[in-house]
């Protein structure tokens, strides 16, 4: 069974910065489409960043780009949200997520996406 395990969570000031981390098996990190997604209360889940499987494509949600920087590390079977001058509409809950196939032409919908992590909370206040 594929786990993603997202570490990284809490809080924050507005400009500061915190840097997420989703542990996952090495097939996985070395083979599948993968990103970050977020859910803030009463609203839909968006996609933010996403990152193909050799990691030479990346993807931005238009809300944190120049901000957010996702990569990918097959040393440490990791991948990582490095999240820099946050706001407070950045408050949600983030999720991991992970693919196989990559058949999506879309990598910033849910729909693109398998297996998904249980998530973690970033609060960004004023």
């Known amino acids: 069974q594929v786990q993603l395990v997202e570490s990284g969570g809490g809080s924050v000031q507005a400009g500061g910065s915190l840097r997420l981390s989703c542990a996952a098996s090495a097939v996985i990190i070395r083979n599948s489409c993968m990103g970050w997604f977020r859910q803030a209360p009463g609203k839909e889940r968006e996609g933010v960043a996403a990152?193909?499987?050799?990691?030479?494509?990346?993807y931005y949600a238009d809300s944190v780009k120049g901000r957010f920087t996702i990569s990918r590390d097959s040393a440490t079977n990791t991948l990582s949200l490095q999240m820099d001058t946050l706001k407070p509409e950045d408050t949600a809950m983030y999720y991991c997520?992970?693919?196989?196939?990559?058949?999506?032409?879309?990598?910033?919908?849910?729909?693109?996406?398998?297996?998904w992590g249980q998530g973690t909370q970033i609060i960004v206040s004023s």
């Open positions: 997520a992970a693919d196989l196939s990559c058949r999506s032409r879309n990598l910033l919908v849910s729909a693109a996406y398998t297996f």
């Open positions: 990152i193909s499987p050799g990691g030479a494509d990346t």
